[in-house]
């Protein structure tokens, strides 16, 4: 049924949002931070193959996300449009990724066929759960300010799960497999997440409500819909700036363990009087957990900071600050360790501000393309966000290989000065050029606030006339 105005969201519904994204954000870390280091060392498959699949496959699964939001927009059940996918797709995605983690006995092309196979198929899964999950938010309610409050329990949730990884997977793997048995011990490790995940997916279907519904207008072919999104200007700029800042978080992500390993190496820290020894593999682990953990403070300020002074300046304003303080990375020494945690916690808090204000926006353009051309397309503008982080994500993973490359970095070895220079500005200068782009996109956002207002007040006048 329609309902009134500003639809309040009880607390226990978002937390169970945050569900949601905290079982797919286990995942998401295991393949950005794992999966490659697996294939190589655990299964055994070249890392110039396993380069060349993950851009084949993720340029696939990028582009198949708008089909599941056509899907999604198209599907009619008694539970709704969006939370049936999190009922039916909780199981088979545990199980996908349990397989995608397993190391069955083949030869070196058999392998690659494999990985090929369970790695698409993986992603697939993810997109089959994900794309609903994240529509939901935009039929949860209609008030703005309640959609960045569900953003950012949806972001709580994901960082909380990036760091359950981040912080349990290497001890996990130890215990379950041991140093004979690495292969077991990622088998069994994912499977406990994957069965967490099976849970907090079904938690999240079990706790959520769909609640809005378009006005009745006549059916849309899936032509209408694509005309639509492409007289939406505001979509378009989202886009823009979503890829760019999930690029400038890839670059970060995928050049941590390069950064600590060959510049910053073992350090021994002096801390309350004390002389601590650190590895570089233990300053690394830090290091993300802590970018992760300072990520969530970030997301918990986008809704005060955004109801200060409106979403656009929240975001801009947050991406220049990741794109200065990250800029401000490069000019720090390996012996400058406190200033250079210091800088992660700052940039941690700027970007995760940015992220939950992503999907609020995308919210936003929805209830905008309702309003200018009478239908509504939620899974289809939703799942462009999906689709933009996930090619943020590869052109990141695939900058960070060819940037490496350019200035000539060999694995395993003392590097060069000019490879130390890639590494360095990878994580710092470069990377800020992905905030930066971000800022400039978001700049000509049109959608405000006030703008906001008016169209929920018409919209809702329509949807209480059907």
Request: hydrophobic share 50%.
């Amino acid at each position: 049924m329609n309902t009134s105005d500003g639809i309040k969201i009880p607390f226990k519904e978002k937390v169970a949002y945050g569900f949601g994204d905290f079982a797919s954000s286990m995942f998401w870390k295991l393949f950005s931070m794992f999966l490659l280091f697996f294939y190589t060392d655990i299964f055994g498959i070249s890392a110039a193959a396993v380069g060349t699949m993950f851009l084949v496959t993720r340029i696939w699964d990028a582009i198949n996300d708008p089909m599941m939001g056509v899907i999604c927009d198209r599907t009619e059940t008694r539970w709704g449009k969006f939370r049936p996918y999190l009922l039916f797709g909780a199981v088979p995605f545990a199980v996908i990724g349990i397989i995608t983690f397993s190391t069955p006995d083949l030869s070196p092309s058999g392998k690659l066929v494999y990985a090929y196979v369970t790695y698409t198929l993986m992603m697939m899964i993810y997109t089959v759960v994900n794309v609903p999950y994240s529509s939901l938010m935009g039929v949860m309610t209609n008030d703005p300010a309640e959609r960045t409050s569900l953003a950012s329990f949806r972001f709580v949730g994901a960082f909380s799960g990036g760091i359950l990884v981040t912080s349990t997977a290497a001890y996990l793997v130890e215990y379950f497999g041991g140093k004979e048995n690495p292969a077991s011990g990622y088998q069994w490790t994912v499977g406990v997440y994957a069965a967490l995940a099976a849970v907090f997916f079904l938690l999240t279907f079990a706790g959520t409500k769909e609640r809005l519904k378009p006005a009745k207008v006549k059916h849309s072919s899936l032509k209408d819909d694509l005309k639509d999104i492409s007289k939406n200007g505001p979509w378009f700029i989202m886009l823009a700036a979503g890829i760019s800042i999930l690029i400038f978080n890839s670059l970060r992500d995928g050049s941590i363990l390069y950064y600590f390993k060959y510049f910053i190496k073992d350090q021994s820290l002096e801390l309350f009087g004390a002389r601590y020894n650190f590895t570089q593999a233990e300053l690394a682990s830090a290091y993300m957990t802590l970018w992760l953990a300072t990520n969530i403070i970030g997301v918990i300020l986008a809704k005060p900071v955004s109801s200060l002074i409106g979403k656009k300046k929240t975001f801009m304003y947050a991406a220049l600050l990741s794109a200065l303080l990250s800029v401000l990375l490069y000019f720090l020494q390996p012996d400058q360790l406190i200033a250079i945690f210091l800088l992660n916690v700052l940039i941690g808090i700027s970007a995760g501000i940015v992220l939950p204000l992503i999907w609020s926006m995308y919210a936003d353009i929805a209830d905008y393309s309702e309003w200018k051309n009478g239908r509504r397309a939620t899974g289809l503008i939703f799942s462009s966000s999906s689709m933009s982080q996930k090619f943020g994500w590869t052109l990141g993973g695939a900058l960070t290989g060819w940037l490496l490359a350019l200035f000539g970095f060999q694995a395993n070895i003392e590097q060069t000065s000019e490879s130390l220079l890639g590494i360095r500005l990878i994580i710092s200068i470069i990377a800020g050029g992905g905030a930066l782009l971000a800022a400039l996109f978001i700049f000509f956002y049109p959608l405000s606030e006030d703008f906001m207002k008016k169209i929920e007040t018409e919209l809702e006048q329509k949807r209480n006339n059907n």
